[in-house]
């Protein structure tokens, strides 16, 4: 499916709930300000095609099954979307399934956020990811109504969001490494994915070209914690600010024993998923990795990182591959975290939206936008 159809076509669920509309009905409906009164939800799927194939500890991937939502009122619109690695346990069928059981036209007031959530809960215990596309798209329309961006909304200072990371893993061809690597010359720290064998070769590469300060995110792939001390002793020699879940999510005893001896901050990714994980996480991690497709979207995630600092903890905020949709709403939440991990829209060669950019190493907010700050790419 390519963008051009998706703007053209309309939701491909036949439930009562899902009213299609299509962009060319929206300029209508703008045009002749219709006061329908009610939130439309729409989505198609939108498989992300990654510039490199990604090579996780436990498999490789070169594309990403996404799926692309909207919310319209009164003609404004709401974008969000849905990605799905295949680790999180959720896939098109089950994204697809469970927005098609989502009905917003029982709400009247678009900011009963709240019971929106209370309401996406009720429907199913997890699809976190389809709840983030509703959760994000009904972001961006209650930001737009209100004709702020959230950062602004909740009383951040954008100059305060942290350099971002970019992410390169091991690749046996050492062209598309070197390759990866050069990509990596605009950004002030770069996160190293290891936890497959080769991890000291891949820094190793690195360092031959550049100084920049990494962090290294062993995606649970470190199965002793004596080796996985051994690594953080070694990585604190090069340069790196923290790693990011050394060990299966399992081993909180054994991360906890880490934590202790480690002369980096642990920090965790794949244990946690949302708000009350993160109480869990506080005795054997340093910090917390919070994205929106665990999270169920921004509404939690702003709740996460405010428990988090309360907590004393480190807040690091990732993405998965995603468009600019995702990951620019995930920007809005950046002066609340010590790093950023928004790299997702940067990983893929078919975004669909203009949004958050790289400048200096930063993510920037895009400061004029209201709502999430992202423009659909014209055809
Ligand atoms: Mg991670």
Redesign the pocket.
Known sequence: MNRRNFLRTTAIGAAMAVTPLSFSALGQATRNTVKSGRMRLTFEPYELKLKHAFNLARNQRTSTPGVQVRIDLDGITGYGEASMPPYLGENVESVTGFLSQVDLTQFADPFRVKDIHEYLESIAPNNRAAKASVDIALHDLLGKIMNQPWYKIWGLNPDKAPDTSYTISYNADPDEMNAEIEETAPFKIVKVKMGVGHDKELVRALRAVSAVPICV?A?QGWTSKEHALEMCNWLAEQNCRFV??PMPKEMIDETAWLRERSPLPIIA??FLQRLPDVRKAAGAYDGI?IKLMKSTGLHEAHQMAELARALGMKVML?CMTETSCAVTAAAQLSPMVDWADLDGNLLIANDIFDGTKIVDGKVTIPSDRPGIGVIPLKA
Do not use: L
């Open positions: 995110d995606n990011e879940q990714d794949e990795n990732g």
